[in-house]
Each structure stands twice: as C-alpha cells, then as structure tokens.
C-alpha cells in the first residue's frame, strides 16, 4: 500500500496550507486515515484523522479549530486543510491509514497505523 503525501511549503504565520494525501483504492475505503508530524527533535504527534466511514473526525488540542480533515472516496484522497498556521505547526507531515480501525473510530496512537506516507515539508515563519 502507497501513501503519496503533499501540499507541504513555505507559509507566513496566520496562513493556510491544505495537505493531500492519496492512495490506492480499495485500500482507502477500508482505512482510517490519520494526520501525524515530526518537528526536529521532537516525537512523532497526532494531529486529525478521518474515520474509515468519513462520519467521524478528531484532533489534537493543539489544532483543533483551525485543522480539518476530510476524504473524498471518488478520488481516494485524505485533505488536512490547515489555517491559522503558527511556527510551532511547522513540522514533516506525515499521512497514516489504520485498515484495522472500525467504521467510526479514529485512532490517536501512531502504532495502530498500517502504512505511512513519505511525508510533506511545512514551514511557518513568523
């Protein structure tokens, strides 16, 4: 399974970015996808998913509000729409998908993921 990951970039804080992330079908309609990132020296982190139904979204507490995630099943694809970016977003953006996660839940721990993007590059500057 391929996670093709992108949308990264440059922004200016209070700026938008929105992140794909692409899979074969029908791997996608059967996963959770979830939304991660890794700042240099830091841990991997949780920051939204969808759940495989698409009924169901979550969110770290440090994004909440101002990320959305979403997926579109005609085109296979998970968005993280990200406004009111900060520097403390900035970060490599990692995409998941948990094929073992039920209809409505998204998982929070990285190790509950299957497969992972390459990730993507964002940067915030103040």
């Known amino acids: 399974v391929q996670l093709q990951a992108s949308g990264g970039g440059l922004v200016q804080a209070g700026g938008s970015l929105t992140l794909s992330c692409t899979t074969s079908?029908?791997?996608?309609?059967?996963?959770?996808m979830g939304w991660f990132r890794q700042a240099p020296g830091k841990e991997r982190e949780f920051v939204g998913g969808?759940?495989?139904?698409?009924?169901?979204?979550a969110y770290a507490d440090s994004v909440k509000g101002r990320f959305t995630a979403s997926r579109d099943s005609a085109k296979s694809t998970v968005y993280l729409q990200m406004n009111s970016l900060k520097p403390e977003d900035t970060a490599i953006y990692y995409c998941?998908?948990?094929?073992?996660?039920?209809?409505?839940?998204?998982?929070?721990?990285?190790?509950?993921?299957?497969?992972w993007g390459q990730g993507t590059l964002v940067t915030v500057s103040s």
């Open positions: 969808v759940s495989r139904g698409g009924s169901h979204t």
């Open positions: 998941a998908a948990d094929l073992m996660a039920s209809l409505d839940i998204v998982n929070y721990r990285a190790s509950e993921y299957n497969y």
């Open positions: 079908r029908p791997y996608f309609d059967n996963a959770a």
